[in-house]
């Protein structure tokens, strides 16, 4: 690899690695010459395709020139920062070297925005269309959708990518305008609408016609970012809600704002990326998609943000305690999954066991119950007693008492050990 090429990735790779919507990107350890390898935290992240493997991808822009300036971004103009960009054959030729030297399984392709919209995606479509026709590349690829291209370049590209995505940014309008006034979510919307569109049409020919070309088969996604504007986790996942809804899309990534500069509408340098915030989202998102939770139940006027020291489920259980506690022997399916402490898969195993009599305590534990905690929302076979009646913060003070208790436990075995 020539030194320019090599300087390229680093520059190239370093700015992708703020954009968390393919999953994550490794730490950094450095070799002293006397270890075997080293990581980087850009360059390799991982994805998961639709039959959960886990998949490694060269992370990279093709370019972190950029004609705008959304002050959160690391890439945008007025940064001082060192330019670079691609061209269309070394995108390819690396992504096929390190293809053949088994460093990754496939690409995720993303670019800052020169000259304009179209000349950007242009030159995306290029790298993906030349990976698949003449390198006959059968890699995974995710490429960025670049806001404000026209229709005929997104649907092209479709017809290359595995995954398209494209950064709503913020959350909400009015906190995308604070940040980036020349961008705005309808640039946003019209390529997902884009792809959907042709998703759905392209499914329908598939039944008809079996020469049906496959069009962006891992589906589509977005992300945002969290903690630069003032949104309330409640407007964050309204949206997540409407974009899950509107555009049938895979994942909403949630990326915890890192501050990178100077400007007094974004949160002061140092202070810490929200990444508990980050998670109780994801696990939000998770409770909308998997769980049957309607982001109203977890997310109102009267509670517009997530607990930080206890999950939305059981803050959501602890705020509707009337429903409990649950007989674990006749409770419909969809309610035993909102009982804190069984997941969906205990749910189901539940369900199939009681078929051959009823469910004791033991039982649940062999079956993965985290009885602990479920203990205070449900009744079996053998409820030892009539469960007492708790309040919510005492029900709550005796989960947070139970599992800090787990980790001194573990703290103490560490001790012994070493
Ligand atoms: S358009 Fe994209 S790359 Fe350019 S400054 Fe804005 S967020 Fe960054």
């Known amino acids: 690899m020539s030194e320019r090429i090599r300087e390229k990735l680093n520059i190239l790779a370093d700015a992708a690695k703020y954009d968390v919507s393919c999953s994550s990107s490794g730490g950094t350890r450095k070799n002293d010459n006397k270890g075997l390898g080293d990581s980087h935290a850009s360059g390799i992240c991982h994805t998961y395709t639709e039959d959960g493997r886990c ?26 920062i060192e330019r670079a960009a691609f061209t269309v054959e070394e995108v390819v030729s690396l992504t096929i070297n390190f293809y053949r030297r088994n460093f990754i399984e496939g690409l995720f392709l993303s670019s800052g925005i020169f000259k304009n919209a179209d000349f950007t ?6 790298v993906v269309k030349k990976l698949r026709l003449e390198e006959r590349f059968n890699g995974y690829i995710h490429l960025k959708t670049i806001p404000g291209a026209s229709e005929e370049l997104i649907r092209e590209a479709g017809l290359y990518a595995d995954r398209m995505s494209i950064n709503l940014e913020m959350p909400t309008e009015s906190g995308l305008k604070l940040l980036a006034p020349e961008k705005n979510h309808e640039e946003v919307k019209k390529p997902l609408a884009v792809v959907q569109r042709q998703l759905i049409q392209l499914k329908d020919e598939k039944k008809l016609f079996k020469s049906t070309p496959t069009f962006v088969p891992a589906g589509q996604s977005t992300q945002m970012v969290i903690g630069a504007t003032p949104e309330t986790d409640k407007d964050i996942m309204h949206t997540a809600a409407a974009f899950y809804k509107d555009f049938s899309l895979k994942r909403v990534y949630y990326s915890g704002y890192i501050p990178i500069s100077n400007d007094n509408r974004l949160p002061v340098l140092g202070s810490q990326p929200p990444l508990i915030r980050e998670n109780r989202l994801y696990q939000t998102d998770w409770l909308m998609r998997f769980y049957g939770f309607h982001v109203n139940e977890l997310l109102n006027e009267a509670n517009p943000h997530l607990d930080i020291d206890i999950d939305p489920k059981l803050s959501w ?56 905690r479920a203990k205070h929302f449900i009744t079996c076979a053998d409820t030892p007693y009539q469960l007492k009646d708790y309040q919510g913060t005492q029900i709550k003070t005796f989960i947070l008492a139970e599992s800090q208790s787990k980790y001194l436990k573990h703290d103490v075995q560490q001790l012994i050990l070493f």
Do not use: W
């Open 317 to 372: 259980a602890l705020r509707n305690l009337q429903y409990f506690p649950v007989d674990i022997n006749v409770a419909a399916y969809k309610m035993i999954l909102r009982i804190p402490g069984i997941g969906v898969s205990s749910a189901k195993k539940i369900v199939q066991a009681r078929k051959f009599g009823k469910l004791r305590i033991d039982q649940l534990k062999k079956i993965g119950v985290a009885y602990n």
């Open 121 to 126: 995606m242009e030159r995306l479509l290029r």
């Open 55 to 80: 998949v490694s991808l060269l992370k990279i822009l093709l370019t972190n020139h950029c004609i705008f300036d959304c002050a959160f971004c690391v890439s945008r103009k007025s940064n001082d």
